[in-house]
């Protein structure tokens, strides 16, 4: 804690007695003692920021009997990723229309919503449920596209509640559509 520590005798000849001078020395050892405890305890009992991470379905080993699901050509949409932020996209398998669009909301997610009520009134039409026939949407990145473009066509996924959609690599067919559409 703290002392206080005295200094010898006054003047022994005689004349004016003065006071004591009285230092004073602060013991600081206990106050960092406690200053490393709380320190510690905060330490101990925060939580770190967790980091965020997309949760990705991957499908199960596929039998050597089994059937793969066919899916009528009017509920696919093809997404290519292509260089410098381009979005190549058709519905379908074959007879692909190519068009062009961005990753702004009147772009990609525009384009998906309004695919998304078509492939719902087409499913309707057949007399069949749309939640048990959406649309399936394949993502197609090229090679030179950038890592951030795959981040963010899962999101417009995950805005637009698109539910079925994979990740698969382009064709030779698709990369000579999206040369020849250049």
Known sequence: MSEVQ????????????????????IDMTPMVDLAFLLLT?????????????????????????????????????????G???????????????LHGTNYSKDGIRKTVLQKTK??????????????????????????????RNLVDIFDEMKVTATTTYALVPPTPDDLALIKGGK
């Open 83 to 97: 260089e410098k932020d381009t979005i190549y996209w058709w519905m379908g398998i074959t007879k692909p229309e």
């Open 6 to 25: 005295q200094q010898g005798g006054g003047n022994k000849k005689g004349g004016k007695i003065r006071s004591k001078k009285q230092s004073t020395r």
């Open 118 to 147: 078509d492939v719902d009134a087409l499913i309707r039409s057949q007399g069949k449920d749309p939640v048990k026939f959406p649309i399936v949407v394949l993502i197609k990145p090229v090679e030179k596209s950038k890592y």
């Open 41 to 81: 305890f905060f330490m101990l009992t925060t939580t770190f920021a967790k980091p965020k991470a997309m949760e990705i379905k991957v499908p199960e080993k596929k039998k050597i009997n089994e059937k793969v699901p066919e899916v009528q050509e009017g509920r696919v949409m093809n997404i290519i990723l």
